[in-house]
């Protein structure tokens, strides 16, 4: 924990090899998610003292259990907004900031089965799959947010945008071609196929 960065990213490549040539099972506590994920072949990730999930790094990625384990794995971490819930047959949209976010029927069959219409739940996305492409907003009509850009962070290969909409704090990962600057307002879509949705009281997941 004292080392430095370029020195931790060496000692986790050290300790990685040391564990392929032991080929024994290794126990390491770490608060650090980047260190869980790239060490782990699983993960049990603690609040409290209470264990939350036990599982791959990739299935913890890409189907946490509940509200702490998706804003815990994956850095920039994953983005929250509150959201209405409203059903309209069998088609669910997520109401926030003046946007109605279509849910794929997959997703939408959950919180229908779930009696969440007219009910807040927390909608979750991840930096990566909030896309600024003109030729992936022209595809996704049915997520399209717009907000103003206060951050512009470069990174060499892509870009965080930082950006608030609807009373939270958001951040898009996104192609370093792009041509959104500071101060620009700027429309992005949700990969609809890649939205979270948490039970607003329990935290729990309703769909990953």
């Known amino acids: 924990s004292n080392l430095d960065a370029k020195l931790r990213g060496q000692m986790r490549i050290e300790i990685s090899k040391l564990h392929q040539r032991l080929g024994t099972t290794i126990i390491y506590v770490t608060h650090d998610q980047t260190e869980a994920m790239t060490l782990g072949t699983r993960i049990v990730v603690m609040s409290a003292g209470i264990v939350q999930q036990v ?5 913890l990625y890409d189907t946490p259990c509940n509200l702490f384990v998706a804003g815990f794995i994956g850095s920039p971490q994953m983005n929250f907004l509150d959201a209405t819930c409203k059903v309209n047959g069998n088609k669910v949209a997520l109401e926030v900031g003046g946007a109605a976010i279509e849910l794929p029927p997959a997703k939408a069959k959950k919180l229908i089965e779930g009696g969440y219409d007219g009910k807040t739940v927390v909608l979750g996305i991840r ?40 009373g939270s704090s958001m951040t898009a990962r996104v192609d370093p071609r792009t041509t959104a600057r500071t101060g620009d307002t700027v429309k992005f879509a949700f990969d609809a196929e890649k939205i979270h949705v948490f039970d607003k009281e329990t935290e729990c997941t309703i769909t990953n």
């Open 127 to 166: 930096p990566e799959d909030v896309h600024d492409e003109p030729m992936f907003i022209a595809s996704s009509p049915n997520t399209v947010i717009e907000s103003k850009i206060r951050v512009y962070e470069m990174l060499g290969a892509e870009v965080y945008l930082y950006f608030d909409y609807a």
């Open 55 to 59: 599982d791959t790094p990739q299935v």
